[in-house]
C-alpha cells in the first residue's frame, strides 16, 4: 500500500512540476505578447506619423506646382508684353 501511495505521489510531483513549468511559460509568453503589442504601437504610431508627412509634402507640392504654372503664364504674358512692345517701337527709327 506505502508503495502505491509512493506512486501516486510522484505522479501527482510530477504533475504538479509540469503545471508549474505551464505556468512560468505562459508567464513568459503573455510577456512577450505585451512587447509585442508595444512594438505594433509604436509601429503604427510611426505610420501614422509618415502619413501625414507624406500628406504635408503632396500639399506642398501641389502648392508648389500651382506656383510654376503661375510663374509661366507671367513669363508668357511677359513675352507677349515684350513682342508687343518691340513691334510699337520698330516704327521709330533712330
Known amino acids: 500500500m506505502s508503495e502505491s501511495f509512493d506512486k501516486v505521489s510522484d505522479k501527482i510531483q510530477n504533475t504538479v512540476d509540469t503545471i508549474h513549468n505551464i505556468s512560468t511559460e505562459s508567464d513568459v509568453l503573455n510577456r512577450d505578447k505585451g512587447k509585442v503589442l508595444d512594438e505594433m504601437s ?3 504610431a510611426i ?3 509618415n502619413t501625414a508627412s507624406c500628406q504635408e509634402t503632396t500639399a ?3 502648392e508648389l506646382r500651382k ?3 503661375m510663374i ?3 513669363a508668357i504674358d511677359t513675352d507677349n508684353i515684350s513682342e508687343e512692345l518691340k513691334e510699337s517701337v520698330s516704327y521709330f527709327k533712330l
Open 60 to 62: 506642398s507640392i501641389e
Open 67 to 69: 506656383n510654376i504654372e
Open 47 to 49: 505610420s501614422e506619423q
Open 42 to 44: 509604436s509601429l503604427s
Open 72 to 74: 509661366n503664364t507671367q
